[in-house]
């Protein structure tokens, strides 16, 4: 064990010597090998998808090969996008700024750009300042890499589709005149794609004018053996006996990878999980009952990724019922990129594609987008939620959930309420009001998630983590006896998958001649507990 005073990190960049990170050379190497065939690219992933830590990365990793000038558009005013002139003037600016001290730029062409910065002895229109940058880059030693981070924050759609143009003229004729090796821009939006950001006036202002844009195909997403490198050295710093592949792999489950939600729950086990109650020290905080609680923490707090996703959500009502119908109706939805609102939830980062279709991105997500909108039906007053709100320290017994108790009353109450509705209702709303029941019991306490790959409109796997201890709940439409048959099949399996030795099934059975309740099987040595509504 060593002493070190690294942290995890979401606020900001990565930076090695102060944070825990993952590996990024082997990405590194794979940008490096675009920028060296001269290609111009974006980088654009969702908020907090750590654009910005692999490109100041990617800086220090070119700069012995390249001179580097890498600007972030968030520094330059709204205002200064509201003409050629002011733009040029601000662009200008920035390149001062960041190359400061550089030996490399010759005088005459820092004399030139100051003159542009200052606005003075010139019309600073774009195509002049790119002539200029171009008798930079031909006069340079070192071949020039432009890099602008935040390209979202260009608020006017006209002036910056100019710089775009410039961009593509120089591009294709860089045989004659090329102005820089490579230039990279970075942002939620691929500038294929900027009428999802910029409202077009005219037809010609929809398609971006940087066609010649190359495909980014490095994998931004930690992968398992990503994180557990990561843990690895937390570990030789504080030696908390943790089993690193098992947190990886549950880091993994929970996130799929996605940058901030993995060093977010990483942070949460090291400074507020570690020293609690109930986890007094690092030792026992870095367990899968640790780990658990800080996914609870997670999902209780405000953050500025959560704060971006639901404004989204709000603002566009179609993704919103896109993402409500495949969570509450297991609708599946094929893949199309050329689909607007298919489209949006994957540069926003809700969904993935997965094969021919899309999931949700992250189990993190998942559960948060289902808090969403249970709570709205929770604000609505539903009578399910207030049912299970009444009775719910009756289901808690020595810190374990007893999950009959839940099924039998959630039974009663149903038929009560809604045992006169027909198919579609259960269908449609079946497993919307079981977990509006479950949310208010193990709230606080506990969460749950919807295993993906059995969500569809016939069945639905609920898995349930509360005190350290999973259940897993199956909901289904009856489709008669053999179809019934093969769901407890289908059950007993993910039993075995997931070493439990009891399982619950929750049937909505439409045939009038129903039986209601609860009953208790043996089957292949496992307990299950089948309730009927």
């Known amino acids: 064990m060593r002493k070190s005073s690294r942290i995890f990190n979401v606020n900001g960049d990565c930076k090695p ?27 654009n992933r969702a908020r907090q998808f750590g654009k910005t830590t692999i490109l100041k990365a990617l800086e220090r990793f070119l700069e012995d090969e390249y001179l580097v000038v890498s600007i972030d558009f968030q520094t330059i005013s709204q205002a200064d996008f509201a003409s050629e002139e002011l733009f040029s003037e601000a662009f200008a600016r920035e390149i001062l700024d960041v190359t400061e001290g550089y030996a490399e730029i010759p005088q005459d062409i820092r004399n030139e750009l100051e003159e542009f910065a200052a606005g003075t002895g010139r019309r600073a229109a774009l195509s002049l300042l790119f002539r200029c940058l171009a008798r930079w880059c031909r006069q340079s030693e070192k071949k020039i890499i432009l890099m602008v981070d935040e390209v979202d924050s260009a ?27 490579s230039v990279i821009l970075a942002g939620v939006h691929d500038v294929k794609n900027l009428k999802r950001k910029i409202t077009a006036d005219r037809e010609e202002k929809v398609n971006s004018p940087w066609n010649i844009a190359a495909d980014f195909l490095v994998e931004m997403s930690f992968s398992v053996e990503d ?10 710093d504080h030696g908390t006996g943790m089993d690193t592949g098992e947190m ?42 640790g780990m658990l609680e800080a996914v609870n923490c997670l999902l209780g707090e405000k953050n500025t990724l959560f704060d971006s996703l639901i404004g989204k959500i709000e603002l566009y009502p179609d993704l919103k019922e896109m993402l409500y119908a495949m969570l509450f109706q297991g609708q599946s939805i094929i893949y199309n990129p050329d689909h607007d609102v298919i489209g949006m939830a994957e540069m926003y980062g ?7 279709t899309v999931r949700i991105s992250n189990r993190i997500f998942e559960m948060r987008l289902y808090n969403l909108f249970l709570t709205t039906l929770q604000m609505q007053g539903t009578r399910m939620y207030r049912a299970a709100s009444q009775d ?57 998630y919807i295993e993906a790959k059995t969500r569809n409109r016939e069945r639905t796997d609920v898995i349930i983590d509360y005190g350290g201890e999973q259940i897993v ?61």
């Not at 808690?396 to 039974?411: A, P, Q, S």
């Open 473 to 533: 709940v199956e909901l289904k439409v009856w489709r008669g006896n053999a179809y019934h048959m093969r769901g407890e099949k289908q059950l007993l399996d993910y039993l075995e998958y997931y070493h439990l030795d009891r399982g619950y099934m929750l049937s909505f059975n439409f045939n009038k001649h129903k039986e209601i309740g609860v009953r208790e099987l043996l089957l292949d040595g496992k307990i299950l507990i089948e309730a009927v509504v």
């Open 17 to 43: 010597k102060i944070h825990y990170m993952v590996d990024l050379t082997g990405r590194l190497r794979q940008i490096k090998a675009m920028v060296d065939a001269g290609e111009y690219f974006t980088v």
């Open 227 to 236: 994180i557990e490198g990561m843990l690895r050295e937390y570990e030789e």
């Open 350 to 356: 809700f969904v993935k594609k997965d094969g021919g």
């Open 392 to 448: 719910k320290n009756q289901f808690i017994e020595n810190g374990r959930l007893n999950m009959r108790l839940v099924l039998e009353k959630f039974v009663r109450y149903f038929d009560e309420l809604y045992g006169d509705r027909g198919l579609a209702f259960y269908e449609e709303d079946g497993r919307r009001y079981f977990l509006l029941f479950l949310r208010p019991i193990i709230n606080g306490s506990g969460n749950y």
């Open 248 to 289: 990886s792999r549950m880091l993994y489950d929970y996130t799929d990878g996605y940058p901030f939600l993995v060093s977010r729950l990483c942070k949460l086990v090291d400074e507020q999980v570690a020293g609690s109650a109930r986890f007094p020290d690092r030792h026992s905080a870095w367990t899968r009952e």
């Open 155 to 181: 608020s006017n759609n006209q002036v910056f589709l100019d710089f775009l143009a410039l961009l593509r003229g120089y591009y294709i004729n860089r045989d004659k005149r090329s102005v820089f090796q």
